[in-house]
């Protein structure tokens, strides 16, 4: 599978209202990351360090077995009001990794609890390349704190938080054959906090980790060959008690006969285009009455939104939902996002998404006269390389369906320097259509079309 870089920290997609409640245990082991799935951070307010008091925290990450999680990160922030999970969170800072003993310490961290009581957030995050293989977590939200109480000013230990996960089997029916052997991501969530991990899987049986001290929510889902998470499954069940470093009895199943899906409209190599253009998300399988929200993320630009909302109307309905592109988007890589948007409803860490490339491709002039040269240039989402022009004089709709441009013909090659590309001077004797080939960070996909009038 194609990998992209892993965000020191993440956020589960959970859009959970957290009740008050004592701090849950957690803990973590190590994934490398099938994709950038959930960087789901809104950008953060602003710190008011100067204003709110300031406490130091500490604690100590414990694998599932009891033995301390080394090279473990610790992120800080709050859940700041209720709804939309994904703008509600701030961010605060982040601990050094952990070292052989587990231990993180927090020395200047803020509470929020003055504004919504026990909303104070610990997530937990592994070093991709440090840790051994087995069952892996990518994330451990540890919610419902309230650091201005539990903090090393006013506790005799020296570590506050003790962070440590149980554990819960999940067994998928209704998998085809080549899956039974995967090895999807499982999401767990209850009310105080959520839990990430890569699974994997014998004859569609894995074991996943769970926050502390109850669970009520499961979410499974595979990958394509892009890491584009297109397909997931959702457990819905009553709150489950659980104990850190405890495996729970029960197994969750999941049937996915009853997954949802979510995927760009399109070959692949379509996915791609100018700021300002429209991809289309296609939905299936949407249940009744479920409401859906649309947003996208980029990977320098962070998320852009809102850009939708659906409730579905029939029994595993389809929609096709019509996105733009910002006018003024960065060239990058986008995860377009539809999520589980019932604000309140306890049920709601579904979480799709697709991978679209912004890119640019521009003439020195749109009209030209006979016998004149034009110039064509732009950008992509690569650092390196080679980019393929190619053209034709037949009125197109688009771009070409595949890689091999069939009706298109290919003029040449250029280099990638800084992500921008240049063209020599071109002559065309008649109106031409022109495309570039360009393998992005994500995919190998085709910029937007331009057309060059000649008089």
């Avoid at 473990?72 to 994904?86: E, I, P, Q, S």
Wanted: proline share 6%; net charge neutral.
């Amino acid at each position: 599978m194609r990998r992209f870089a892993l965000c020191a920290f993440a956020v589960l997609a959970v859009g959970l209202m957290l009740a008050p409640g004592a701090l849950a245990s957690t803990g973590v082991k190590y994934a490398v990351p099938l994709s950038t799935r959930h960087s789901d951070l809104a950008p953060a307010p602003a710190m008011r360090l100067g204003a709110d008091p300031v406490f130091s925290i500490s604690g100590v990450v414990r694998n599932f077995d009891g033995s301390s999680a080394a090279m473990a990160y610790v992120d800080w922030g709050w859940w700041k009001t209720t709804g939309d999970y994904r703008v509600n969170y701030g961010y605060g800072g982040s601990s050094e990794p952990t070292g052989s003993t587990g231990a993180f310490s927090l020395p200047s961290v803020a509470s929020n609890s003055s504004v919504r009581a026990n909303s104070d957030d610990l997530r937990v995050s592994y070093d991709p390349y440090n840790q051994p293989d087995g069952p892996v977590l990518l994330l451990l939200d540890s919610t419902a704190n309230d650091f201005s109480v539990d903090n090393n000013g006013t506790l005799p230990s020296p570590f506050s938080y003790a962070l440590q996960p149980s554990e819960v089997q999940v067994t998928f029916t209704g998998l085809s054959s080549a899956l039974e052997s995967g090895q999807p991501e499982v999401w767990t969530a209850g009310t105080l906090g959520s839990a990430e991990t890569s699974v994997p899987l014998t004859n569609g049986t894995g074991t996943a980790f769970v926050m502390p001290s109850s669970f009520n929510d499961v979410v499974a889902g595979f990958y394509t060959a892009q890491g584009a998470l297109t397909t997931e499954t959702q457990w819905q069940g009553s709150d489950t008690a659980v104990v850190a470093g405890v495996p729970d009895t029960t197994p969750v199943s999941l049937d996915w006969s009853q997954a949802q899906h979510a995927a760009l409209a399109g070959p692949l190599c379509q996915h791609s285009g100018k700021p300002g253009s429209i991809a289309r998300l296609v939905l299936h399988g949407w249940p009744q009455s479920e409401q859906a929200g649309f947003t996208m993320e980029s990977n320098t630009q962070g998320w852009i939104y809102p850009q939708a909302l659906f409730t579905s109307t029939g029994i595993n309905e389809t929609h096709t939902e019509q996105l733009q592109i910002p006018p003024k988007a960065a060239v990058d890589w986008y995860q377009m996002h539809v999520y589980r948007s019932d604000v309140g409803d306890p049920n709601g860490i579904l979480d799709l998404y697709d991978y679209y490339q912004v890119c640019t491709f521009k003439a020195s002039a749109s009209t030209i006269r006979h016998g004149k040269a034009v110039r064509l240039s732009g950008m992509v989402p690569a650092a390196a390389g080679k980019v393929t022009l190619y053209s034709t004089i037949h009125k197109v709709s688009g771009q070409p369906a595949t890689l091999a441009a069939k009706g298109w013909t290919k003029l040449g090659t250029y280099k990638v320097a800084s992500r921008k590309f240049a063209t020599g001077l071109l002559h065309p004797k008649r109106t031409t259509y022109y495309v570039v080939e360009y393998r992005g960070y994500a995919f190998t996909a085709f910029t937007s079309v331009i057309k060059v009038t000649v008089h």
